[in-house]
C-alpha cells in the first residue's frame, strides 16, 4: 500500500505517517494539494496531511481541499512538535532563519528575544528548509525544525526546543476515497464524526438552526470553524466536529434534519483521534 505525505523526508508529517502506517511504502509529496490530488489519481491509497495545530490553528488548505475533494478521513493523530535551530556545520553564525511558515509562527518569541534582527524567510516545510540549508554551506543560514532533519542532513543544532509553547500539538489525518474508519495501535482518545455544511443563503438564524439540531439531541460539538467558499463576501462553509459515538438512527437522523433544512451536508467521516507521544 502506498502512503502520501507532506514532504519531503523528515517532515513532521512522514514522522506522523511513519507511526500510523510503520510497514507501507510511504510517498513524499511536495504540497498539501500534491497529496489530495495523488489519492484523487490513485496514485497513492492514502495520504497524511496536517490539519491543526495547538498554537497558530488550522491548516486553511487542507479544510478547504476537504471541500473541494471527494475524500473521507480515516483517522486522526495528535502529535507533540519539538523545534531546534540548526546550521551548517562549516558555519558558526547565520544571517537568515528559513523554515515552514507555521514552524515560524511557532517560535515568532523565541527570535525576537535571541534574534530579533536576523531575517526570516517562508519556505516549503521544515525539513525541506534543513535540506536547503545542508545544500548551501556558503550560504550563512539556519534552519528550524526537527531532530531527525538535523542528522538526516548532517546539521548541527545550536538551540533546542524553541517553540514559544510548551504544549505544542499538531494534528494529522488520515484521507482515503474510503468511507471507513482505520485502527492503529496506539493511544486513542476519542471517536468523532466530521462534516461540512454549506448554507443555502446567508440569513438570519441560518448558523443557529443547523446548530439546534445537534443542541437538542445533547450531541457535543468539539470544533466548528467557519471558511470562505470564494464566491464573494459573507459566503462561507463551516467545518464541524461531532465528538461522540457514531448511532444508526440519532446521528443520521440529525444529518437527514439538517438536509431538510435545505443545507447541504457533506459527510467526512466518522474515525478514531489518537496520540503519539515520545
Not at 481541499?65 to 523545534?83: G, S
Not at 546550521?87 to 528575544?113: G, M, W
Not at 471507513?180 to 446567508?202: M, N, V, W, Y
Request: net charge negative; proline share 4%.
Amino acid at each position: 500500500m502506498k502512503i502520501a505525505y507532506l514532504g519531503p523526508q523528515a517532515s513532521f508529517t512522514q514522522l506522523a505517517a511513519s507511526q500510523i502506517f510503520p510497514s507501507e511504502e510511504l510517498v513524499p509529496q511536495s504540497s498539501i494539494l500534491d497529496c489530495f490530488n495523488a489519492v484523487k489519481n490513485n496514485e497513492v491509497d492514502k495520504a497524511v496531511v496536517p490539519l491543526e495545530n495547538s498554537i497558530e490553528g488550522t491548516v486553511s488548505m487542507t479544510l478547504d481541499y476537504l471541500y473541494d475533494f471527494e475524500v473521507f478521513i480515516e483517522t486522526e493523530l495528535v502529535m507533540p512538535i519539538a523545534h531546534h535551530l540548526m546550521i551548517h556545520p562549516d558555519n558558526e553564525t547565520f544571517e537568515k532563519v528559513i523554515s515552514h511558515p507555521q514552524a515560524l509562527a511557532q517560535t515568532f518569541h523565541f527570535r525576537y528575544e535571541n534574534f530579533k534582527d536576523i531575517p526570516s524567510q517562508d519556505y516549503s516545510s521544515t525539513a525541506a528548509s534543513a535540506k536547503l540549508v545542508s545544500e548551501n554551506p556558503q550560504e550563512k543560514w539556519a534552519a528550524i525544525a526537527n531532530r531527525y532533519s538535523a542528522k538526516l542532513y548532517g546539521l548541527k543544532i545550536v538551540h533546542e526546543n524553541i517553540q514559544d509553547f510548551e504544549q505544542n500539538h499538531t494534528k494529522f489525518i488520515v484521507i482515503s476515497k474510503t468511507k471507513s474508519a482505520l485502527d492503529i495501535p496506539l493511544s486513542r482518545i476519542s471517536e468523532k464524526t466530521s462534516l461540512i455544511i454549506t448554507l443555502p443563503e446567508d440569513h438570519a438564524g441560518g448558523l443557529h438552526q443547523v446548530l439546534s439540531v445537534f443542541a437538542w439531541r445533547k450531541m457535543n460539538l468539539s470544533k466548528i470553524e467557519s471558511r470562505t467558499l470564494k464566491t464573494g463576501l459573507g459566503n462561507y462553509f463551516f467545518f464541524i466536529n461531532v465528538a461522540s459515538e457514531w448511532h444508526n438512527v440519532l446521528s443520521q437522523n440529525a444529518i437527514d434534519e439538517i438536509i431538510a433544512l435545505g443545507t447541504k451536508v457533506k459527510f467526512l467521516g466518522h474515525y478514531n483521534e489518537y496520540i503519539f507521544e515520545e
